[in-house]
């Protein structure tokens, strides 16, 4: 237990050592020890009380007045033997003899000793499996021997090394430093020296040394010789083959004889140097030095010692043949078209092999070639099975379609009993009138509807995935040069997004079912292709802002002029197409500029942009209620909903149920219109709809800073019958406020319940005042002649004015200061005369028609009241 | 009458750049200075009146489009085929910014007022407005809303308008938050807003210029005769916004009155240039003199024969 533990629960009152606290609850394995005792090794120490000690328990690390980072001679310090307590000089003199003599190793530390056994490791350092130890472990754990016996043994037994392969070898009779094989007579051992040392070509005076030791040593078999290992040196300079640093001219040339190699010495191992005057002793010879020239150092007795030898050779022998000796230039010969060979070449024996030819076929005699025939041949035999395929396919369907007999029927024509537990349906138990009545009703139903008459299948058209659906429909359209197709492939989008949805689409009435199937097979392709990108590579592409939107969009610097260049056919078509034109580009082209063309939007500068500017934040706050006009990225509230009771959209095989209800809606939306309505919000939206812009423009323009709430006050002077009659009031669901983007505000009671009350004929008043402050403008603007509201502008103008005079003398008189945000509620209160109003609504009713459908749509744009506070 | 005739008299002729020069503009103040830039993609200073060449900007890899003068004369900006904005000043004539981010050519590139924003609209069809105030490099907003390639702005005080080649005259405004995008139903090269700003000039490709009511977006006066189909042209009010000045593709200054509409004599006017002339301006301040640029390679100062 650490003493942190310890001390919490001292703090917490129990005894760490009482016997309750270290109650032993262990029943299997060892216990941790008891409380007081240990001292947990991992408990956390501060840095400075760490200590640091090497392999043998010292202390590594010392302070700077004990000697530094590593305090002595190898860390000797504070140990007997530390310099920092200087012994006092002994004279060795007098025990000279006593002393044994010193080897390098007993001043090596154990760096150095590792580095020497190192030097002399052979090449092989991998651990080998040690079977014998292997075989121990197992037979402690089995026999469970005493630890300390087998702690003797491996002190006292040295321990084995060998790999598996040697043990077993070992087992089989091998030792070390013989070969592998059967034994072998004394000449063929020599004769296998002999090749091994290369010197087999001086073998002539062989026989002639065979002495008196052969013949004792020809009585016994040995073991054939070791293989010797073949260690390829590393070749890491960039000298020729063959050559070595320091061989002279002659040997370069190929010259036997010189004496450089003799000259060499021994290869010395390279694990401690030898001193100047020591000569190179056995012990000191690398063994391991991968030279060839040392074979001899491998082998159990000399070379040269060997006598007769047999033709039994380990490995490849030697080829005797040698060379052609002296080439000339009458071996070679010449080509055959009499040129000489080159010299250094050889003409080959063998020719260079030729293509085969075969024999052709025997052709039978009269035959003459007809592919025709073939052909002919090939066709016969395909039309055939195609149509027995055809007829396999569709003949069961059809027939039992035609004949439209059930189960039942084919079963007694055919002489069936009836199954005795056949599944009885609803109408067997319904009397012969109710079934006749029911035909009666399903026939009429059927000849209402005669677009439902061909077979519908259960699930024609291949699904998409509801995601893919969900992802496409906000993506790119594929089809906006065909507003038809535009509109299905949304349709199909739509009914596969939400499962439940009740938008299906049925095919054109005239297109068949399997052109019906293609088309839904290539909507679900294209909802696959063209669904926008998601993930970690949505951020790194962004969609074309410029969509091909058929012909009729003109973009781009070099635009033909298509209207001049077209015959009457064309021009027919421009007829045809003039109607689809958006309001905006109809009205463009009559030059009716203005409201038409004109579209406001609410915009968010930057924060910092304002700031830049000069400007005050015309929206401080973030942007209240998500407006649905203003969202285009909402599939379902775009076209489809407020287009769906157009006649178009039966027309193009859309079938929904409000389209069944027949509820009407819709403005003047054409086909054009349609689907189109979320790539560009700019078309198909009405000109008319515009957004109001938030309440601190109106702040900013009609707010004086000593304004004052009274609106508790003049607010019942508003009459509302004084409400223009086209403008319908909003639906009173208003006090709904959403919770995402309710900021409660202090105001006081009053003005609040007043804006309730008053919301609507508040909406009104802001609606005219907007008007007003446009009219207004309109007075300073260029032509103000031309204006048709141009009477009425007088009195609009001056309104405000007095307006705000009557708020300034309130505001000298109460000298009340007041919460800003009850400054918009009392702007809005005072009742505006009718006559402006009327007049501007009247000189709107005088333009063309988009604009007075438009009108009727007004008050589904406009804030309330509520939105405000 | 004399305020209305056009200053058609050569004072100078600013010959230096090797290629079409695209944009000419009057420093500020009393806009003794011309800065102009060309193909050649060097950005000159000219003197107005003596009709030397001070100073060469080069530093554009690509061909310059747009340059604008900040208030205080000390920098300006010039964009161009190499999608980035620079800002150089003038003194030294090194770039202190080189402001990258849109995707295409910048088209124009506009101060506001105190030269704390520049404002840039690009052939990828979005406006970006930088801080040069900041260090930030990023820009503080990017205008989207534009379909096509957005050819003109004009920045003031509360307002930034842009025109694009998608036939619309984006009017941003600061104050109210709004956006009032007028469609004008052809490709728009050029906006220009009276002082007053109750009004403005659109330029458009089918040979027409368009005053154009700020408040209501009603056209209040169309201007046809010259030929404008293919490159960008700027139409521009003389210095009383008494009439209408446009150079066109032919190389004629054609001259209109404001109220009625109607060519000013001669009609048809003299060739001014050899090719297109592509930026035409007025004096700020002195009546007598305009500046126009052309593809045959000269920029030329114009005022009355004294």
């Known amino acids: 237990m650490t003493s942190r533990l310890k001390k919490k629960l001292g703090d917490i009152g129990v005894d760490t050592s009482s016997t309750r606290a270290n109650e032993n609850f262990c029943l299997i394995g060892t216990p941790l020890p008891p409380l007081e005792k240990s001292r947990d090794t991992g408990e956390f120490v501060p840095l400075w009380k760490q200590e640091v000690r090497d392999e043998k328990g010292r202390r590594r690390l010392h302070g700077a ?51 020497i056994r190192d030097s002399r490791k052979i090449v092989d350092t991998t651990d080998e499996l040690d079977l014998a130890s292997g075989a121990q472990a197992e037979g402690q754990d089995q026999t469970g021997v005493d630890p300390l016996t087998t702690a003797l043994q491996s002190a006292m037994l040295p321990p084995s090394k060998d790999s598996v392969g040697a043990r077993i070898l070992k087992k089989m009779g091998w030792r070390v430093g013989q070969g592998i094989g059967p034994r072998i007579t004394f000449k063929q051992r020599r004769l296998q020296d002999l090749q091994a040392s290369g010197s087999l070509s001086a073998g002539t005076d062989m026989d002639t040394s065979l002495d008196e030791e052969s013949e004792e040593a020809n009585k016994h078999t040995y073991a054939p010789r070791d293989t010797p290992v073949l260690i390829v040196e590393r070749k890491d300079n960039s000298h020729g083959l063959g050559y070595r640093s ?11 004889g010189g004496g450089g190699s003799t000259s060499m010495g021994p290869k010395i191992a390279s694990g401690f140097g030898l001193g100047a005057l020591n000569d190179a002793d056995e012990d000191d010879l690398d063994i391991y030095e991968g030279g060839s020239s040392n074979l001899r150092s491998r082998l159990a007795y000399d070379a040269a010692d060997d006598h007769d030898g047999e033709t039994i050779s380990l490995g490849k022998p030697k080829s005797n043949l040698k060379p052609v000796a002296g080439p000339s230039t009458t071996t070679h010969g010449t080509f055959r078209d009499g040129r000489a060979v080159l010299p250094g070449f050889l003409l080959s024996a063998q020719s260079v092999m030729e293509d085969r030819w075969y024999p052709l076929p025997d052709i039978p005699p009269g035959w003459k070639p007809d592919p025709k025939r073939v052909w002919s041949q090939s066709q016969g035999q395909a039309n055939p099975d195609k149509e027995n395929v055809k007829q396999n396919d569709s003949m069961p369907q059809e027939k039992w379609k035609a004949s439209k007999l059930s189960a039942a029927e084919r079963g007694s024509i055919l002489g069936e009993t009836p199954l005795p537990s056949a599944p009885r349906s609803v109408f067997d ?29 259960d699930n024609p058209h291949p699904r998409t995935d509801p995601q893919i659906a969900r992802a496409a429909l906000g993506g790119f359209q594929p089809f906006p040069s ?59 592409f962004t969609s074309a802002a410029v969509v091909e939107h058929g012909p009729k969009v003109v973009e781009g610097l070099h635009t033909p002029s298509f209207t001049e260049s077209k015959d009457s056919d064309a021009e027919q078509k421009e007829k045809e197409k003039e109607p689809e034109l958006s309001p905006k580009e109809h009205a463009v082209r009559i030059g009716m500029y203005g409201s038409l063309t004109r579209e406001v939007k609410p915009w968010q500068p930057a924060k910092l942009l304002c700031k830049r500017f000069g400007v005050k934040d015309p929206n401080p706050e ?26 178009s959209m039966a027309d193009i095989g859309i079938i929904t149920s409000s389209n069944v209800g027949g509820a009407g809606s819709g403005g003047p939306r054409d086909l054009a219109n349609v689907g189109l309505g979320d790539d560009d919000e700019t078309q198909g939206r009405d000109t008319l709809t515009y957004e109001r812009p938030s309440v601190d423009v109106f702040k900013a323009i009609f707010a004086s800073d000593d304004e004052d709430s009274t609106s508790s006050v003049s607010a019942p002077v508003v009459v509302p019958s004084a409400v223009a009659p086209s403008l319908a009031p909003a639906p009173p669901d208003d006090q709904v406020v959403d919770i995402n983007t309710f900021k409660p505000t202090f105001v006081r009671r009053e003005a609040r319940m007043a804006a309730t009350i008053d919301s609507e004929k508040k909406e009104k008043k802001e609606r005219k005042e907007k008007k007003e402050k446009k009219k207004r403008k309109v007075t300073v603007s260029f032509l103000d002649g031309d204006d048709e509201g141009g009477d009425s502008l007088n009195v609009v103008v001056e309104k405000p004015k007095k307006k705000r005079k009557k708020d300034k003398e309130r505001g000298k008189e109460k000298e009340t200061k007041v919460p800003a945000t009850i400054d918009d509620d009392d702007m809005w209160v005072e009742k505006q005369p009718v006559t402006g109003q009327v007049s501007h609504v009247d000189s709107e009713m005088t333009n063309s028609t988009p604009q007075g459908a438009a009108a009727t749509e007004m008050p589904k744009g406009r804030k309330r009241a509520v939105d405000f506070l | 009458m004399s305020t209305a005739s056009l200053p058609r008299h050569i004072h100078v002729e600013l010959q230096g750049h090797k290629g079409p020069v695209n944009v000419a503009r009057y420093a500020k103040g009393s806009a003794k200075y011309i800065l102009t830039g060309g193909q050649d993609r060097s950005v000159r200073l000219w003197n107005a009146s003596l009709g030397t060449e001070i100073k060469a900007f080069n530093a554009h890899g690509y061909e310059v489009l747009s340059i604008s003068v900040a208030h205080d004369n000390a920098k300006f900006a010039s964009s161009g085929g190499d999608r980035s904005v620079f800002i150089w000043d003038v003194a030294t004539g090194m770039t202190t910014r080189r402001l990258a981010g849109h995707m295409g050519k910048i088209h124009v590139v506009e101060f506001n007022e105190d030269a704390s924003v520049v404002a840039s609209g690009s052939f990828d069809s979005t406006v970006r407005l930088w801080d040069l105030r900041a260090q930030n490099r990023a820009p503080i907003q990017i205008l989207e809303e534009a379909r096509d390639a957005v050819q003109t702005l004009h920045v003031d005080s509360t307002t930034i308008i842009a025109g694009s080649v998608d036939g619309h005259v984006r009017t941003y405004d600061l104050r109210k938050g709004e956006l009032r995008s007028d469609y004008i139903g052809h490709p728009v090269t050029a906006v220009v807003p009276t002082q007053d700003s109750q009004t403005f000039l659109v330029t458009t490709l089918d040979s027409h210029i368009r005053l154009m009511d700020t408040t209501n977006g009603k056209m209040l006066n169309d201007f046809t005769g010259h030929s404008n189909s293919s490159y960008r042209c700027r139409a521009c009010f003389n210095h009383g916004e008494s009439t209408v000045v446009i150079g066109d593709e032919n190389g004629m200054v054609w001259a209109w009155d404001l109220l009625d509409a109607k060519l000013l004599q001669p009609n048809p006017p003299p060739k001014a240039h050899n090719k297109v002339i592509t930026w035409t301006e007025y004096h700020p301040s002195d009546a007598g003199e305009m500046i126009t640029s052309s593809a045959d390679g000269t920029c030329k100062v114009w005022r009355h024969p004294t």
Not at chain 1, 429 to 457: G, Y
């Open chain 1, 65 to 115: 007045f004990t000697g530094g980072f590593s305090a002595g001679y190898f860390n000797t310090v504070g140990s007997k033997e530390g310099l920092m307590d200087p012994q006092t000089f002994v004279s060795s003199r007098s025990d000279r003899a006593t002393k044994k003599a010193t080897k390098p190793e007993d001043f090596m530390d154990e760096e150095d000793l590792q580095d």
């Open chain 1, 246 to 256: 320091g061989m002279s001219l002659n040997e370069r040339l190929g010259a036997k």
């Open chain 1, 429 to 457: 138990f319904m009397s012969q009138k109710d079934r006749e009545r029911l035909q009666n009703i399903a026939a009429s139903l059927l000849s209402s509807h005669p677009l439902m008459l061909p077979p519908r299948c």
């Open chain 1, 482 to 540: 065909n507003p038809v197709k535009q509109a299905r492939y949304r349709a199909y989008l739509q009914s596969q997004a939400n499962v439940d949805s009740e938008i299906t689409l049925a095919p054109l009435p005239h297109q068949s079912i399997a052109e019906f199937n293609s088309e839904m097979e290539e909507y679900s392709q294209s909802a696959i292709v063209f669904k926008p990108m998601s993930g970690a590579m949505a951020g790194r």
């Open chain 1, 622 to 647: 973030p942007t209240t209620e998500p407006d649905p006009s203003t969202h285009p990225q909402d599939p379902t509230s775009s076209a489809f909903d407020s287009s769906a009771a157009t006649p």
